[in-house]
């Protein structure tokens, strides 16, 4: 099986200069293969959201190697890491971050309009599809600020799916969520998952939603526990 | 394209009330551009009119006699003073050549010459000191338009008329028809027909001009076949400088252009035009920082949205644009506001400053190239201003963003 991710002895370090210098992640090995579905979990301030910037290439690691899709994807420019980002990997985040000024289809069609700088029908065709795939086919136009908690992040859920990533990567994604709504989303990326065979790595604090994972990597202290 | 279009547009109309105020405030800025550049061009271009109406834009005249050095100093001595010598009644004798010669130079529009001198005109025992200028009417008028400046009579200069100002006129009490006597300084006199009165546009003008048939003037004068003055007329007036330079070469003879003989008017524009200028840079400077501050505002509040954009593969050049794009677009669209405004000021002020007859003080010049140059700058000014603040928003840690 192909793998989609490779991280190989990852090291992360904040501070230096005036602040001390702190480790956070202490040589990190994983590898996520093409269609798992992962779930991501650690106590608060164990390096998760870190681990999963350096994974989206948000962050650079202090040391160790990263391969996307085989690609090396450290020492890279700025632009051609945001390429690989707009290539391969979609983003769920917590807070939902849907562009306040967008409509619900604006918004999901927004990681081909920032990679390409412009979007055609199909383009559109292929939003308002997976809008209507997670039931928001008549809020296309509204704005977010018009929708749900729930609807809010199954818009960003389709929008991380729109440039047809290897890899979607979602930081507690249903953190800000109520039990059930969490529960929803949580079976709506799984379903994506199974059916489009995308690869899935979640963070996430709730222990039941990640048993029901095929794989849990668990983080402590910048340490991955086998 | 597409996205760095559509993403500024919505930047901006959900910034609605920065948006709005700073588009205001770019449009009062240009604004007074427009308007000090309209008013002061008007202003100026009016003066010039007037100035140049009666005169010349080069006057070609004898070389003048110089006093030169006879003694050779040896080095480090100075010579205390050179005495400039009384200068003789000097005429051009064979101007026949350099009037052609003048005439043949591709700036210059038209040349005369004149014959003139200081002379008496007499009506009824009242003497009064004139200057007698004698002209062919055909070749002045091209130097000098005197269609407006006629009060009575008819432009003709038969032999034996005389055109006479509207203030000597009055004082000796002439109207078109009658006859007066003139008289030059070596004594030599001729009864002569008023054919116009002219109002010269300066009193003084008025009181003293006399303009007589070149022939009538030069036996009058005493001058023989010579004239005093050629008269050049320049296509570009503001050339007459470096035209005066030529034309003195090429003749042999000195050259006055305007802005020499009127010094004090040219500097008096000159320190108008600098004082005008300084306050549009200033005006210009003040609106491209409010236009920075505002930018800069909104990348600050824009923040986590350019970091989602950034995370979802949006290139920093293409950040940077969005920003560059909402600069030229402040500075573009307040200046075709401000083009409107101030050229609404414009029109207004002359409705407002009024000769005592009802007329405009002066003509107040709006161009399309005013516009178009005011929209450049303007444009320009938006996306140097918003340079800074586009770098910023490019520079953003997307992870910052996000985390927050
Ligand atoms: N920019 C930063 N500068 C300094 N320390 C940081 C920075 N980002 C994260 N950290 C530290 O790294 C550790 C891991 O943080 P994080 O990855 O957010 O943990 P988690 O997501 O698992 O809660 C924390 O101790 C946090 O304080
Ligand atoms: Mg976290």
């Not at chain 1, 109520?178 to 990326?189: I, N």
């Not at chain 2, 008013?39 to 009119?49: E, K, R």
């Not at chain 2, 400053?353 to 709006?366: I, K, Y």
Request: net charge positive; glycine share 10%.
């Amino acid at each position: 099986m192909a793998e989609v991710l490779q991280l190989k002895d990852i090291r992360r370090s904040y501070g230096g200069g005036r602040a001390p210098l702190v480790e956070v992640l202490h040589g990190i090995n994983l590898a996520l293969v093409e269609g798992e579905f992962s779930a991501l979990t650690g106590p608060s301030g164990s390096g998760k959201s870190t681990l999963l910037n350096i994974m989206g290439l948000l962050e650079q690691p202090s040391s160790g190697e990263l391969l996307i899709a085989g690609e090396t994807a450290v020492g890279l420019s700025d632009a051609a890491r945001t390429r690989l980002r707009n290539l391969y990997l979609g983003f769920i985040f917590q807070f939902h971050h849907l562009l306040p000024a967008f409509s619900a289809l604006e918004n999901v069609m927004m990681p081909v309009f920032a990679g390409k700088g412009r979007v055609g029908p199909d383009d559109k065709a292929r939003a308002a599809m997976l809008l209507e795939r997670v039931g928001l086919a008549e809020h296309s136009y509204k704005m977010p600020v018009q929708l749900s908690g729930g609807q809010q992040q199954r818009v960003a859920i389709v929008r991380a799916l729109m440039a047809r990533p290897r890899l979607v990567l979602a930081d507690e994604p249903t953190g800000n969520l109520d039990t059930q709504t969490a529960a929803d989303a949580f079976a709506l990326m799984r379903e994506i998952n199974r059916e489009d065979g995308v690869t899935f790595l979640l963070v996430t604090h709730d222990a039941r939603l990640a048993d029901t994972c095929d794989r849990q990597i668990r983080l402590v202290d910048g340490i991955l526990l086998r | 394209m597409a996205f760095i279009w559509t993403v500024a547009w919505r930047l901006m109309r959900e910034g609605r009330f920065q948006t709005v105020l700073i588009l205001a405030g770019v449009t009062i800025g240009v604004a007074v551009v427009v308007y000090i550049t309209a008013i002061v061009n008007g202003l100026q271009g009016n003066i010039i009119d007037k100035t140049l109406s009666t005169q010349a834009h080069i006057v070609l005249k004898p070389r003048e006699d110089v006093n030169r050095r006879l003694l050779s100093l040896p080095e480090g001595e100075v010579m205390s003073a050179v005495e400039t010598r009384t200068q003789r009644e000097n005429t051009i004798e064979n101007w026949a050549g350099s009037l052609a010669a003048v005439r043949t130079l591709p700036e210059v529009e038209a040349a005369a010459v004149m014959a003139s001198g200081p002379g008496f005109a007499l009506k009824g025992g009242v003497k009064k000191s004139v200057v007698l200028m004698g002209v062919e009417l055909e070749d002045y008028l091209k130097i000098v338009a005197l269609e407006s400046k006629l009060k009575a009579g008819r432009l003709r200069l038969d032999a034996g008329s005389v055109m006479i100002g509207s203030e000597l006129a009055r004082e000796l009490g002439l109207k078109p028809g009658d006859r007066l006597r003139l008289v030059a300084a070596t004594g030599t006199a001729d009864s002569f027909l008023v054919t116009a009165v002219l109002d010269f546009g300066l009193k003084d003008l008025s009181r003293r001009w006399v303009l007589l048939p070149l022939r009538g003037a030069q036996s009058l004068l005493g001058y023989r076949r010579d004239v005093s003055e050629i008269y050049i007329k320049t296509f570009d007036l503001f050339q007459a400088n470096t035209i005066a330079d030529v034309a003195s070469a090429r003749t042999g003879l000195d050259a006055d252009s305007w802005q020499e003989t009127n010094t004090q008017l040219v500097t008096a524009l000159r320190s108008q035009s600098a004082s005008s200028n300084m306050i549009k840079v200033f005006v210009t400077l003040a609106v491209a920082l409010g236009i920075a501050s505002v930018l800069v505002v909104s990348v600050v509040q824009k923040q986590r949205e350019i970091g989602i954009l950034r995370a979802m593969g949006t290139p920093a050049s293409r950040i940077r644009a969005v920003f560059l794009l909402q600069g030229a677009i402040y500075g573009l669209v307040g200046s075709l506001g401000g083009s409107a405004l101030g050229a609404l000021l414009a029109k207004g002020f002359t409705r407002l400053a009024l000769n005592s007859d009802g007329t405009p003080l002066f003509p107040v010049v709006v161009t399309p190239s005013l516009f178009i140059i005011t929209a450049v700058i303007a444009t320009l000014a938006g996306v140097l201003a918003a340079w800074a603040p586009a770098r910023r928003a490019a520079m953003l840690d997307p992870v910052e963003a996000i985390r927050g």
